[in-house]
């Protein structure tokens, strides 16, 4: 019952506060993000294993979104990465990092919102530890990428006949994308309401708000695919439609980042109010900044 209301007063507050906008702004600098992000993952895969690695790195990516979001976004990044080249340590390689940071800076806005909490950290510090977690998740995407990759050739190495037809069946391939995406989301979405936010939470007080989130991603993006095969967005925007399905896939993602958060601040306080300690769900919770 208790999960029940904090699920349904998270969706309230989602209107109440015009969080749906916010999420329009989170979307837009993912983004905006999106592609220098592409290109600091083919500079970093210069060092860890060569610009074929990045390409392959962005294809696994891309294809467990939507596919008209992937059809959208994917010519255009592999347009932007095998015509722009950047080295990581020039004041090139910062100005891109910078820019490929601007959504996980969106995204703190709108967690610190979500959370009640006032960001007190300074600027530079919040910067380094956004420059720091897209780093992080461009090495994790590699690795793992490098890891599919590499795999087959060791049974080879082995010389077992029946491990290489394991690694190169279709569903061993088709799970391990979805394993690389799997991890990476899992990693990403603690981070940002653990360390991204302000304020302390501990990880039994996040993950209902991430399961939530993950679960309704899946959904939403079954639901946006199968929408999308019956709609004609050239109707409302003509040469502009492969960007907005992009964008709007963006946003429904925000909405249940940001709704998450807010259930799991709903939860903090409803089991503040059974503990006795008379908080609400608008109040911080003890041992976070309070909102201005």
Partial sequence: MNSTRAFLEAVYRLYE?????????VAFSFLVSLFPFCILLGALSGILGGAELAKTAIDHLFQVLPGDVAKALVPQVEAI????RIDLLTIGGAITLFFATSAIETLRAALNFAYRVKETRNYFVCLGLSMLHVCVTAV????????????????TLIKSQLLIDFLNSSWVQSGALYAIAGVIVALQLFAIHLWLAAGRRRIVDVW????????????LGTAYSFYLGYSNYTRFYAGLSQLMIALIF???????????????????????????????????????SATA
């Fill in 140 to 155: 994790v995407l590699l690795v793992m990428t490098w890891t599919i990759l590499v795999a087959p050739n060791l049974a």
């Fill in 250 to 288: 963006f946003q429904l993602t925000a909405v249940t980042i940001i709704l998450g958060a807010e259930l799991n601040r709903g939860i903090m306080a409803l089991k503040g109010l059974r503990n006795g300690n008379g908080l609400t769900v608008e109040d911080p919770m003890p041992g976070d």
């Fill in 17 to 25: 506060h015009s969080q749906f906008s916010m999420a329009g702004a």
């Fill in 81 to 84: 990465m095998s015509n722009s």
């Fill in 208 to 219: 209902p708000g991430i399961a939530l989130t993950v679960l309704l991603w899946m959904a």
